[in-house]
Every structure is written in C-alpha cells, then in structure tokens.
C-alpha cells in the first residue's frame, strides 16, 4: 500500500441536478433551450505542484509520450475518466484489487490526462501523454520491480520507502543495470539505486515525519495535492509517496525528451538541476533539469555506435553481398524457365495421344504381316475320288 494521507473530499459530477434544473426553467419560461451540459469541475488551476515544478513550461517540448512508468505493488482505478486510456493493469501477480484509492491517486499525479471536453475539466498529471503500468502483489515486492523491468519500462515508482531487505536492494539494482530510474518516497533504509524524495508544501518546508535530510536526494510537491479519488471523482493527499509520484512524472517528461540518458544522468539532471529549497535541500524544477539534461545529452547519440559494431559481427563486403544477390536471382530465373518448358511441352497431351496412335497403328501392321507369311494349308492335285 501507498503511505501518506488523502482526505475525503470527493467532487463528482451533477448530471442530474443540473438537467433537472434546466428542465424547470424551460417548464418556467415555456421557451425553447439547448439541454444544460454536465457540471465538471476544472482543478488544475487548484494543482500548485504542477506550476511550483513548472511542468507546464516544458509541455510544449514533450508531455511524456512513449514512456511508461510501472507502479509495483498498487492497485488502479483504470477506468477513472482522468485515467482511462493512460493506465494498464498487469495482474500477473495478483489481482486489481477494489482498495485502490492511494494507487488511483498517485498515478493520476504521474499521468492524468483529465477528462472534460479538450481535457477541460478533471485533474492532469506531469506526463499526460505518458503511461502507467500497474502491477498489483500480494507483497513480494522485490518480484513485483524484477517484473516491471522485464516489461520494458523506463521509470519504476515504488510504493513506499525501502525496507532495507536483500531482496529489494538487489530488484532495484537489477533495474539500474537495466537503465531504469527506480524513484521511491524516502524515510527507508538507504538505497544507492532509488531517488528518495520527500514532499513540501507551497512554502518548501518538509511535510511532518519527513526523515533526516541525509536520506533525502530531492524534495517535490507533497501537501494538499489536487488528483484522482473514489467513485470517478476527484480528492486532494499529502505524503512522500505522491511527491515520489510528481517526481516519476517529471522523470517520464525528461525520458521521452533525452531517452539515451541512463538512470544515473536521469537522476543527476533533476538533482543538480533543481532550485534550492529550505534548509538547502534541492527541490524539484522540471525546466531547469530539462536543461541540465540537455547538457548531459548533447554529446550522447540516441544509438549506441558500440553495440551497432558488436551487432554487425563480421564484415561481408559489398560486392559479396552483390554477388549473393545476383546468384539467388539466377537460380530462381532457371527454375522458371525450367517449370515454364515442362509445362508448355505438351499442355493438352497431343503428343502422347499421337504416339499411342502410332504405338497402335504399328502392331496392327505387325499382325497383318505375320498373317501374309504363313503356308497355304491346300495340298497339290484334285479331289480324291472315292471308291465304289
């Protein structure tokens, strides 16, 4: 289960209410009007973390399209309409479970996408356009990141801070081997391979029980965050694993604009690219890290030269490759040739039949000569007369 706080603020929409009302007033007035549309609400003028971050200023460059960050260990209400489309459900491990608020709530912080009319209403994550992958467990959560890299993602959010176990230790250092950014809510036991961060609120100071600031690498957003909640409406959370979540986003958005930084440079880029916050401890900027990401980036390609080489094995020359190419066509263009005369020999069997005529003629020929040649059976002389 995802740490940290949610309070029971709920918005739903009033489909009814407000067609109701439109209806009255029609009875009222006895004029004719268009039908009244849904109330839904627009929060993300209420969303702070995004403007505090910046998300907003780089969405312009990329909105996190093609990556997906896997949530281990959490359940998700994928048919929320802030979510829907922008969610899968990995249920190998386990079942999509019916307590899903906590897990709902930090994808929509990671991924929302809204869900009104040009996605005017509903709330928005950091990446819009990027996925999530949710891989709901019974609590093997080590088994849970293992999986999550095997699936191809490029950004892991734990769920909540590290226990310190083997287990998790060597599934998180798995994925940095397999250049995927692990990035977890801190106040665990120290993981050299996961981004630990604590949430702030709107003035930068630490939200209560946050740990020593030696076991925090970032701070973000963290304290009354505006995002998805029950029954397909919106509620407002405090705590480290949605600040854990805000900064997943910004991962996702700087993964899709400079994919050949591995998890380190990933990590480094929003680290020394972030603004000072209280008691020095970096904050989160999402502009700022797209520009030290830049930097980092310039001169890596997006193909490794190295792997292309180990890849291509053994050079072949080009007139070989010619040579091989001119041989197949010269084997294929006999076959046909070969296929096209034994078919157009003899098509309607002419020649078979004439030579069964001959065949046929010729032993006819052969049995009238043997009868020509055979002796005449008539002796020489008359008849014997007979005795009287």
């Not at 109330?39 to 969303?47: A, G, K, L, T, V």
């Not at 997943?248 to 680290?271: C, F, S």
């Not at 084997?331 to 309607?348: F, K, M, N, Q, T």
Request: hydrophobic content about 40%.
């Amino acid at each position: 289960m995802l740490g940290g706080n949610s309070r029971s603020r709920t918005y739903k929409r009033h489909l009814l209410g407000v067609v109701a009302g439109a209806c009255a007033s029609l009875a009222v007035l006895g004029g004719t009007a268009a039908p009244a549309a849904a109330d839904i609400p627009d929060f993300r003028p209420e969303q702070w973390a995004l403007t505090s971050i910046g998300a907003q200023e780089v969405w312009e460059r990329t909105e996190g399209r093609g990556v997906t960050v896997a949530m281990p260990g959490a359940s998700v209400d994928e048919e929320h309409p802030d979510l829907r489309d922008n969610v899968e459900i990995d249920t190998e491990l386990g079942e999509n479970g019916t307590a899903n608020q906590q897990g709902t709530a930090a994808a929509a912080l990671v991924v929302a996408h809204g869900h009104g009319m040009d996605a005017d209403g509903g709330v928005l994550g950091v990446a819009p356009e990027a996925s999530v992958l949710a891989i709901p467990t019974e609590g093997d959560l080590s088994k849970a990141v293992r999986h999550a890299v095997e699936s191809g993602v490029q950004v892991i959010l734990l769920p909540r801070a590290g226990d310190g176990s083997e287990a998790l230790l060597e599934a998180t250092a798995f994925a940095a081997d397999r250049d995927t950014l692990v990035v977890g809510p801190a106040g665990g036991e120290e993981d050299p391979n996961v981004l630990a961060v604590a949430g702030v609120d709107q003035n930068g100071g630490l939200v209560p029980e946050s740990p020593d600031a030696s076991l925090i690498d970032l701070t973000a957003p963290g304290v009354e965050l505006e995002t998805a909640g029950p029954d397909m409406g919106q509620t407002q959370v405090d705590g480290a694993p949605y600040a854990a979540a805000i900064t997943a986003g910004a991962a996702a958005l700087l993964t899709a604009e400079y994919p050949q930084l591995d998890p380190a440079q990933l990590r480094d880029a929003m680290v020394e690219g972030s603004q000072e916050g209280s008691g020095g401890l970096p904050t989160l900027h999402v502009e700022s890290a797209m520009a030290r990401a830049s930097g980092e980036a310039q001169d890596i390609p997006l193909i490794d030269e190295n792997l292309v080489q180990e890849d291509q094995g053994v050079h072949i020359p080009l007139w070989m490759w010619f040579a091989l190419i001119g041989l197949v066509l010269a084997i294929i263009v006999l076959g046909l040739v070969l296929w096209v005369r034994r078919s157009s020999a003899d098509p309607y069997g002419v020649k078979a039949e004439r030579e069964a005529e001959e065949e046929e003629l010729a032993l006819e020929r052969a049995a009238q000569a043997r009868e020509e040649e055979r002796p005449s059976r008539r002796r020489k002389g008359g008849r014997r007369r007979k005795s009287k």
